[in-house]
């Protein structure tokens, strides 16, 4: 026993501080690497889309993208230019609606409720729900998309969606309780809890000196929690955001399960329809385009989609970085 | 006059005549030497005249009993608190001084177990008749640690005003009301007018000046300080010695400390506080020069404690 945990150590004793700055320094140079090659790779395969739809043309509308995408399926090896032809705009359309919207209203709920576990509620309580929290962030998602589609899209499709409305529409999309309303829902629901757990550990961590000399200036219990506590955690509330915008983007099976999953930009004119319209994501695009995978054309386009999912993670990471700069500049550091 | 007391060892950190320790204002008693050896009464010539006029008296405290649990952490305790004076509440960790100075501003209630007997009067009024947010506004409060809000400098002392307001005033209302904060914490020359810096940015003795000014932007009646130098270093220490004797030309000062130097500098009036109970109340000249009780003469001398 002894001499096994002898042998843990590394060899040549401690590290030095220079071996520790290389070797360490080694190691986050390779993932700086990977995650270069990977964009890199996944843009050159991206390139023949990017090239016969002339640069970021491809992002417009027109036309019906499901049918587009399913044209490519029949091409040969080597597809004409026009093979590639694509206007993903419902796609990205469906991608963003179902994340902003998700995202907003998952914020509103997360902090507030992170100020009730924090602040209001009782400490038996809060012993109990901090660990629920934690439990429900990391459900896998394909639960949620199971839920979604044997629960919340049947009882929809049920009691929600008139015959008439239904009838209304009928030459254009199927309503059948899949669409934007279950999806925004069970999004909502999946990308909630990790937001509660981050913010919840921001306001633990915010100085009690804080919010009691809030109190001693004559500021109530709610006004020191929102104007102080709230105030300093709000680059763990950014931090909470962006987490949540990038699980949201990349959602692919469950957003597939719930979303009716068409190609199609409901139109918020609609009125209430639009609310059980189909849509469907990027990621949802790149897994059911799978099995057609080995047609160049669809290859290309889901490399295409899986390039704009990239690049919009890091624009969201830089875009948390940039927003959390004057809150540092006060000095918050949590 | 001459003071020819056997002053003991000197304490290069607490003697206010080192050159680069001094500030520039006006010191209040310029004679109060900072080590407190009490002498024999009958061998104290005088006791010294206040020179403080004392002001009207601003709250007052009746056999005020708070129990944590069933415990008691302070016993049947009466004092009155007068404007134009400071009064120090002194004694070993653990009797009771603090809690006694959270009670002046109900911020003991936040402690769920804490109960009250006894009455703690402002300017005649029972303070809980008064509502506990209009209450804090009139009584402010300094704490042991600096606790500037991660803001501006600004926004810091204009949060004070702001919380006051039920109407939000834009900064330019304001603006006079914090830089005349500022200038009576003593802080505003050193700020050369940048008040958009980050107030975390500050050194500890300007945070916590910072945090003066922030408690008196408002004009309170009276102002609790809760060992507001123990986190200081001896010189930021000095420069709020100098404002607290400063301030209690224009309000009542309450403040907890366990440098016994420093309560015989600042003090007016002191409380020696033991296990809960009010041992000795005087004035400061007579309780460091000249103590009544045992147990009194006994922690000054320091022997305990």
């Known amino acids: 026993m002894s001499s096994f945990a002898v042998r843990l150590r590394p060899a040549g004793g401690p590290w030095t501080d220079r071996q520790a700055a290389w070797r360490l320094g080694a190691v986050a140079c390779l993932v700086l690497l990977i995650i270069v090659l990977m964009v890199v790779f996944v843009a050159v395969r991206a390139w023949p889309t990017l090239q016969h739809n002339g640069g970021l043309a491809w992002l417009g509308h027109g036309g019906d993208v499901d049918r587009q995408v399913n044209g490519m399926i029949t091409t040969s090896r080597t597809p004409p230019a026009t093979a590639y032809h694509l206007k993903a705009w419902p796609l990205v359309y469906g ?17 507030f409720s992170a100020i009730f576990i924090v602040e209001f509620a009782p400490r038996r309580l809060r012993t109990v729900v901090v660990p629920a929290v934690r439990l429900l962030a990391a459900v896998p998602s394909v639960i949620y998309g199971l839920i979604g589609i044997l629960v919340l899209a049947p009882f929809v499709g049920r009691h929600l969606i008139t015959p008439e ?37 921001a306001l633990i961590a915010i100085p009690s000196g804080w919010r009691e000399g809030a109190s001693a200036l004559g500021a109530n219990r709610w006004e020191a929690i929102w104007g102080v506590s709230v105030r300093a955690a709000r680059p763990a509330i950014v931090a909470a955001a962006v987490l949540a915008t990038a699980r949201a983007l990349g959602e692919a099976v469950m957003i597939s399960m719930v979303s009716g999953s068409r190609g199609f930009s409901p139109k918020p004119q609609d009125g209430v329809t639009f609310l059980f319209e189909p849509i469907r994501s990027l990621a949802a695009s790149m897994v059911e385009n799978v099995d057609a995978i080995n047609a160049p054309a669809i290859r290309s386009t889901v490399y295409a989609f899986a390039l704009l999912l990239l690049l919009s993670s890091l624009v969201l990471s830089i875009g948390g970085y940039v927003a959390k700069l004057p809150m540092r500049r006060q000095g918050i550091r949590i | 006059m001459e003071d020819t007391r056997d002053l003991g060892p000197a304490d290069p950190f607490l003697d206010r005549s080192v050159p680069s320790l001094a500030p520039p204002v006006r010191r209040l008693r310029p004679d109060r030497r900072p080590v407190p050896v009490p002498v024999k009464p009958e061998d104290d010539p005088l006791i010294p005249v206040r020179d403080a006029a004392a002001g009207p008296e601003r709250m007052r405290v009746e056999n005020l009993t708070i129990r944590y649990g069933g415990e008691a952490a302070v016993k049947d305790v009466s004092l009155s608190i007068h404007q134009g004076q400071v009064l120090a509440l002194i004694g070993p960790s653990g009797c009771g001084k603090t809690t006694l100075l ?42 042991q640690q600096p606790n500037p809000f991660p803001m501006s400098i600004f926004d810091n ?18 603006e006079h009301q914090v830089v005349d904060a500022l200038r009576r914490a003593g802080l505003h ?111 000054v001398e320091g022997a305990f404690g």
Request: aromatic share 4%.
């Open chain 2, 189 to 299: 020359d050193e700020l050369a007018g940048d008040l958009d810096r980050p107030a975390l940015r500050l050194s500890g003795g300007q945070q916590q000046r910072l945090c003066i000014a922030r408690a008196i932007a408002t004009k309170p009646e009276v102002l609790l300080m809760d060992e507001p130098c123990s986190a200081l270093d001896p010189k930021s220490s000095a420069i709020i010695e100098d404002l607290i004797a400063e301030l209690r030309r224009e309000l009542a000062v309450v403040i907890v400390t366990h440098n016994l130097a420093q309560a015989h500098r600042v003090a007016d009036k002191v409380a020696f506080m033991y296990l809960g109970d009010l041992v000795e109340y005087g004035d400061v000249d007579q309780v460091f020069g000249a103590p009544r009780a045992q147990r009194t003469r006994d922690y």
């Open chain 1, 165 to 201: 409305r239904r009838a209304s529409v009928q030459f254009i999309v199927q309503l059948d309780g899949t669409g934007v309303l279950v999806a925004v829902v069970i999004l909502t629901v999946m990308i909630t809890p990790i937001m509660i757990a981050i913010i919840v550990d």
């Open chain 2, 102 to 143: 959270r009670t002046l501003n109900r911020l003991t209630e936040t402690t769920t177990s804490a109960t009250r007997e006894g009455d703690v009067l402002l300017d005649g009024e029972e303070i809980e008749q008064i509502s506990v947010t209009a209450l804090r506004r009139r009584i402010a409060m300094v704490f």
């Open chain 2, 157 to 174: 002392v204009a949060y004070a005003i702001r919380v006051q307001n039920a109407k939000r005033p834009g900064r330019r209302e304001i």
């Open chain 1, 95 to 111: 991608t963003l609606l179902t994340t902003l919207v998700a995202v907003a209203v998952g914020l509103v709920f997360a902090v």
